[in-house]
């Protein structure tokens, strides 16, 4: 199959999966800002973001070594998911040591060990289910992997009409609601790939555990650095405002997940076939014609949401949660930003270069920590927004100039300035103006110039996922 049609099919095969349970974040938020009070969403998040942080941290991203190392046709998959498996046990036996100290926590008036049993049954189940995930798709099952997303969609969809509703369970509810879906994913996984086949009680083998963990450790410092850039800002609203202010930062860091919804299902498929096209003539040019065309359908969904982001907060959010708007602007440019960083990441992945993923994290993080401090007592939580759209710059242009040394990718800057000039003026002018037919007018006129700046690439984007695809479905029926 062509590379690009290769590349289009998986897009799309991704997309059913992922598009389903992206969609549901928006579908459920206004029916979870009715049930829960703003501090009491700004609890239940902050438990979701401490048990997320602690994943790669207590399994040491082992899961990025089982989708890396299963992609490789020479390695055995028993090796590799058993390598995983006793890895996850491990450290969870191990995580068990540091549920007294942990439960110690405080921030303001949000305290670790009110949910310390939750924490540790989102890390245990949410870790083991990723594990079952990155492993599959690695494996080549992407339409497993896609129908997973869909029962994801559904179960929790289910458990939190019903906790959140008849039970009445507030943040219990919420948490225990995706602990739920996830252990039906595992199950999922296990009973439809047969995981069990794979899991070896002898005979592993050590080299491909211990390149396993080479290539994994140094994630797990790189997963808490995006951790730092992409949360982090909300525990310091929380510290320097309250559990209520990041409750609308929370709501509003929702919004900006559209963008995060089409590049996730493109960076899917494209990890795949950035591994599987690494090693062939013409890489260079490959990387640099999708690349132009991700970053522009990245930056154009952008615009577009900035436009739309007060009739949109309006429609997904409670009344009590409108002002939540403010902070989305400036959010959508942090969002795109770390869009083309995880483009750039495609590459550190084909090459095993984990270490170099971590350092130029480590940029941003640090670039996010300084400015966290110095602008959320000043400006507020779009002090936090503004941080974290330094920090990917920061990171963006480390990675584009290190990654020139495996892959001399075209990224064309005066365009990517342009287009991160005319979103900057996006989010003054709604910033400035906040309503009103002159603030339309700026912002339609703006989005358009994106659209002008964006043009071909827009056009290679409908030619290769739809186009394409549909070529290949009438040749089928012929």
Not at 117 to 122: D, H, N
Request: aromatic share 14%; charged share 15%; hydrophobic share 50%.
């Amino acid at each position: 199959m062509d590379k690009y049609k290769k590349l289009a099919v998986n897009t799309l095969i991704f997309a059913i999966g992922t598009f389903s349970s992206k969609v549901l974040s928006f579908l459920l938020m206004p029916f979870v800002t009715r049930m829960m009070k703003t501090g009491e969403y700004g609890s239940a998040d902050l438990i979701q973001q401490t048990a997320n942080v602690l994943i790669p941290i207590v399994f040491l991203q082992i899961n990025s070594a089982a989708l890396r190392f299963a992609l490789d046709k020479a390695v055995d998959k028993g090796d590799v998911f058993t390598t995983g498996i006793r890895t996850t046990l491990k450290g969870f036996v191990v995580f068990l040591l540091f549920a007294y100290p942990l439960s110690f926590v405080t921030i303001n008036d949000f305290r670790l060990g009110d949910y310390i049993i939750l924490i540790y049954a989102f890390v245990l189940v949410s870790g083991t289910r990723q594990l079952c995930q990155q492993f599959v798709r690695g494996c080549g099952h992407v339409k497993t992997f896609a129908i997973d997303g869909i029962l994801a969609t559904a179960t929790t969809l289910a458990f939190n009409l019903l906790f959140l509703g008849p039970f009445h369970w507030g943040v219990t509810g919420y948490v225990v609601a995706i602990i739920a879906s996830d252990a039906c994913s595992i199950l999922f996984f296990f009973v439809t790939q047969k995981l069990w086949r794979f899991v070896k009680v002898k005979g592993v083998s050590k080299k491909t555990k211990r390149d396993m963990l080479k290539y994994s450790v140094p994630l797990m410092p790189t997963v808490i650095l995006w951790w730092i850039i992409n949360v982090s800002d909300r525990y310091m609203v929380t510290y320097f405002i309250d559990s209520s202010a990041n409750g609308l930062y929370t709501a509003a860091s929702k919004i900006p997940n559209f963008v995060i919804m089409f590049s996730s299902i493109f960076i899917d498929a494209w990890q795949l076939s950035a591994v599987d096209e690494y090693d062939n003539e013409g890489r260079a040019q490959f990387f640099t014609n999708v690349f132009r065309v991700y970053s522009g359908g990245v930056f154009a969904v952008s615009a577009g949401l900035v436009l739309m982001c007060q009739p949109i907060t309006r429609i997904l959010v409670a009344p009590s949660y409108f002002d939540s708007w403010k902070y989305v602007p400036i959010l959508i440019m942090a969002t795109t930003m770390s869009c083309l960083v995880n483009f750039l990441a495609s590459v550190y992945m084909a090459e095993k270069k984990s270490v170099m993923a971590m350092a130029t994290a480590l940029s941003g993080a640090l670039t996010n920590i300084l400015l966290n401090l110095a602008l959320i007592p000043r400006i507020g939580a779009n002090g936090a927004a503004i941080a974290t759209v330094c920090a990917f710059l920061v990171v963006f242009a480390t990675r584009g100039i290190n990654t020139r040394r495996y892959v001399k990718i075209s990224f064309k800057l005066p365009l990517i300035v342009s287009e991160l000039a005319i979103l900057a003026l996006q989010c003054i002018t709604i910033l400035y103006f906040k309503s009103g037919a002159v603030m339309y007018a700026i912002e339609g006129a703006l989005f358009l110039a994106m659209l002008v700046l964006n043009y071909k690439p827009l056009l290679e984007l409908y030619d290769l996922l739809v186009k394409k695809f549909l070529k290949r479905g009438s040749k089928k029926e012929a």
